[in-house]
């Protein structure tokens, strides 16, 4: 299937969905239900519904401290929920912690790149790495097999670099990379696992406008390559540009979902940004 098919056949999915806060999806990946986490007083997620459609590019945004990072946290096991559950693929993930979670397919990247900068990018990717030696007592045991595993990882390490075009880097420390390139190596090394879904954290923050641009179309290769994909990101040209579904979320619930055209016109959405002083406009662009 050529990649605008691919594109086509997410739209098409979402057709019929209502656009509504916690809307069913036909074939979702993820569901998530009753997922609270409260800090002291304050309630930062508080998502009744969300269900994530399978094979599409889904956009979350909403004003700063409306509690996306935490859900990110909560969804890939790096933070516990006061309430909650959810299910990946059918099953349940609450409870598991992230290096489990990521193993199940389902990785994220972090809004501030967790590179390891006293290590070289190569041995980041590696850190990614599925099967790691050790992790199975018994196979540990049997020399040769976890050689195969290491080489196997190598080899996946050194392709996916040459196509984030980090490869020329791969045996310097992460720390000297630019902040682009860094989230760069975020997105290259979450693939290492060969997941299922990719949760994306802000990876366009700080990047520069012509990697954007190549941020962005990795993010459709994604898709192309039978992915879905959740991503945070306050551009709204860059929702508008890549998503095929949009979720709102203000003050810890989700409070809109829709098609990029349509959301930005509903009224939670404008009520939830006014007041908002950060670089989010909604002014309807030059979408697709
Ligand atoms: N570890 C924490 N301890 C206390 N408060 C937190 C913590 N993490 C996040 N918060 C608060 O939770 C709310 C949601 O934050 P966050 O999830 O980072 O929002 P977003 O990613 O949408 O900007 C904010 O008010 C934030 O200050
Ligand atoms: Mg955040």
């Known amino acids: 299937m050529s990649s605008s098919e691919k594109q086509q056949e997410a739209r098409a999915s979402l057709v019929a969905v209502a656009q509504e806060p916690g809307a069913p999806k036909p074939d979702p990946i993820l569901v998530a239900v009753g997922v609270q986490r409260q800090f002291g007083g304050l309630t930062a997620v508080d998502v009744s519904r969300f269900e994530l459609q399978r094979g599409t590019i889904t956009a979350l945004i909403g004003p700063n401290g409306?509690?996306?990072?935490?859900?990110?946290n909560l969804l890939t096991g790096f933070d516990k929920p006061n309430e909650g559950e959810w299910t990946f693929d059918g099953r349940?993930?609450?409870g598991m912690p992230a290096y489990k979670v990521a193993r199940t397919g389902m990785v994220r990247t972090?809004?501030?790149t967790k590179a390891l900068s006293k290590m070289t990018v190569m041995q980041n990717m590696l850190l990614g790495a599925p099967n790691q030696k050790g992790e199975n007592f018994f196979r540990g045991l049997i020399?040769?097999?976890w050689s195969g595993q290491e080489k196997a990882n190598r080899e996946r390490a050194e392709e996916l670099l040459r196509h984030f075009k980090l490869d020329a880097k791969a045996d310097d420390f992460a720390g000297s990379l630019s902040g682009g390139q860094r989230k760069l190596l975020e997105m290259a090394r979450a693939l290492m696992v060969q997941p299922e879904l990719v949760m994306l954290d802000e990876p366009m923050a700080g990047v520069n406008p012509a990697l954007k641009q190549s941020l962005l179309d990795h993010i459709r290769e994604l898709r192309e390559a039978g992915m879905t994909v959740l991503f945070v990101e306050h551009d709204m040209d860059m929702v508008r540009d890549?998503?095929?579904w949009v979720v709102v979320m203000a003050q810890g619930?989700?409070?809109a979902e829709g098609t990029p055209r349509e959301v930005m016109?509903?009224?939670?959405?404008i009520d939830a940004y006014l007041g908002e002083h950060h670089s989010v406009s909604l002014d309807s662009g030059s979408g697709s």
């Open 66 to 72: 409306a509690g996306k990072t935490t859900f990110f």
């Open 265 to 269: 016109q509903q009224q939670a959405v």
């Open 143 to 145: 020399p040769g097999i």
């Open 253 to 255: 619930e989700i409070v």
């Open 92 to 94: 349940s993930l609450a």
């Open 242 to 244: 890549v998503s095929d």
């Open 110 to 112: 972090f809004q501030l």
